[in-house]
């Protein structure tokens, strides 16, 4: 196998991992609170990563940046995972899953128009292009296919889901200025939001129901949706010869979670959503397009 063939196949392990996850989401949400979810879910993927630290050597790398960069840290792991998925997960509490995975997929849109601020970024024609296209999807799935009407079937979850595009976007441009090591970083962030988290699990729970359903959902997620998939992709983009290529990877994704959700879950898929998530997509394209010819 080439570098670039290993590259497009650890890429489409990722993406299918990255799919399935609206589907654990749903079946775990029923099961328990977004504050245990996440509890389970950053353990599990904290005690993945520090394993693949001692598997990879470098806990004394790891130890060196917990005293140089504790704040960094903290305020990351703040963000992500902590902030951010209380967000999201509350939005799938509220909304069915099929439409906070696809509203969730704008986050790239929103990720365009906050680096204006942030990097000092111009937008470009495509940029508007794509976020009309990209929000008006938003709008049909929010008002169940009457997108004129301005009648929201859920208001607060898709404000919710909105929110953390805003959330995740911001986190990915701060990462730009993050001088740590890219596993090192990942591992730190969770080590100190997993003490913010315990604390909120404990504050905010009235009563404590563990089941096994919940507990393997969230243990899936955090090992395939915080952990494995982060080594996958990232080993993608080191071996591929050009990144773009499996990048486009990932407009796979909402494709397979929508299928996933429709075989797994109780959810009747909506028309409404189908259309939603189609011009999501759409935009999404057109600024990928947009941006490979920037490239060129």
Request: hydrophobic share 55%; glycine share 6%; aromatic share 14%.
């Amino acid at each position: 196998m080439t570098n670039q063939t290993k590259a497009m196949a650890l890429g489409f392990m990722a993406v299918f991992f990255w799919s399935t996850v609206a589907t654990a989401f749903s079946l775990s949400l029923s099961q328990q609170s977004p504050a245990q979810l996440l509890l389970i879910a950053s353990a599990a993927s904290l005690v993945f990563l520090v394993s693949l630290i001692l598997y990879k050597k470098q806990f004394s790398e790891l130890t060196h940046h917990v005293l140089s960069s504790w704040k960094t840290s903290l305020i990351f792991g703040a963000i992500n995972p902590f902030v951010y998925y209380l967000v999201v997960l509350e939005a799938y509490k509220l909304l069915p899953a099929q439409e906070a995975q696809a509203i969730n997929y704008t986050w790239a849109i929103m990720l365009s128009f906050m680096a204006v601020p942030i990097l000092k970024q111009r937008l470009v024609f495509f940029d508007l292009i794509a976020a009309i296209s990209g929000y008006f999807g938003v709008l049909i799935i929010a008002t169940n296919g009457r997108p004129f009407s301005l009648e929201f079937g859920n208001a607060y979850g898709v404000f919710l889901a909105l929110v953390s595009t805003i959330i995740w976007a911001s986190y990915w441009l701060l990462n730009t200025r993050d001088k740590r090591p890219n596993l090192i970083g990942l591992t730190l962030n969770f080590t100190f939001a997993f003490p913010l988290i315990l604390i909120y699990w404990w504050l905010t729970e009235d009563s404590i129901q563990w089941s096994s359903k919940g507990l393997l959902c969230g243990l899936y997620i955090g090992l395939f949706e915080m952990g494995l998939t982060f080594v996958l992709w990232n080993n993608a983009l080191k071996l591929t010869s050009k990144a773009t290529k499996v990048a486009n990877l990932i407009f796979l994704a909402p494709i397979l979670s929508i299928f996933w959700l429709s075989q797994f879950t109780d959810e009747t898929l909506k028309l409404s959503t189908l259309v939603g998530l189609a011009c999501i997509l759409i935009g999404l394209g057109i600024q990928n397009i947009a941006k490979v010819r920037k490239q060129n």
